[in-house]
Structures are given as C-alpha cells and as structure tokens.
C-alpha cells in the first residue's frame, strides 16, 4: 500500500507560477511510476505529466510541456510539479499518482493505469 499526499496548491494569476508536492510513503516498484493529473470541471481526468522514478525520465503532455516541470527529491521520497506561466485553462483539481512502469518500460499516460491516488490539490488560475 502506497500513501501520497498532495500539498502547494492554490490561487494565482495568469503567468505566475506554483509548486505542488506530493509525499509517498514508500519507494516500491508498484510506485516506481509517478504521474501528475488534473480534472477541471466537467471534464474527464487527463494526464499532465510522468516521470520514472528510478532513472529520472519525465515525460509531459504537449499542453504544459515547457511551462511544467516534474521532478523528485534525492530520496525519491517527493515528486514535485513546478508549473510557470500558468494558464486560465490550467485551473483544476491537480492530482499524484502511482504505478508500476509499463511491461515495455517507461509510465504510462492512462489514469486507469495507476493504482494509487492522492486527494487532489485544487489549482486556480485567474486571467
């Protein structure tokens, strides 16, 4: 069992910048997987973006590829969003998730891919 806790939300205006963490309880292979999601208001849960625990690889949807960046602490302990220049469009329920890398390797895009799921962080973004 996994535990991840969310934090660093809240409201900004457009251009400024956020950071959310997200605490796990443990470093196993069913976490070694990390992804960033987000839900606005009446629309379904989409990926923001992964990285690959053990090496480092991130990979990011092409809405928030060079304003995002996802990365953990030295212990793989923490997995942070830094989130620049944000958007109107940005504004939703951001959320932590864990899972195991794919059988071919590398972290999957899919929500129903990952296994564990933080309480989401609330990210509002004012034009």
């Known amino acids: 069992q996994v535990q991840l806790v969310e934090s660093g939300g809240g409201s900004v205006q457009a251009g400024g910048s956020l950071r959310l963490s997200c605490a796990a309880s443990?470093?196993?292979?069913?976490?070694?997987?990390m992804g960033w999601f987000r839900q606005a208001p009446g629309k379904e849960r989409e990926w923001v973006a992964s990285i690959y625990r053990g090496g480092g690889i991130t990979d990011y949807a092409n809405s928030v590829k060079g304003r995002f960046t996802i990365s953990q602490d030295n212990d793989k302990s923490t997995v942070y969003l830094q989130m620049n220049s944000l958007k109107s469009e940005d504004t939703a329920i951001y959320y932590c998730a864990a899972a195991s890398p794919r059988l071919g390797g590398g972290c999957s895009r899919l929500p129903e891919s990952y296994k564990y799921w933080g309480k989401g962080s609330q990210v509002t973004v004012s034009s």
């Open positions: 443990a470093y196993t292979t069913s976490s070694s997987c």
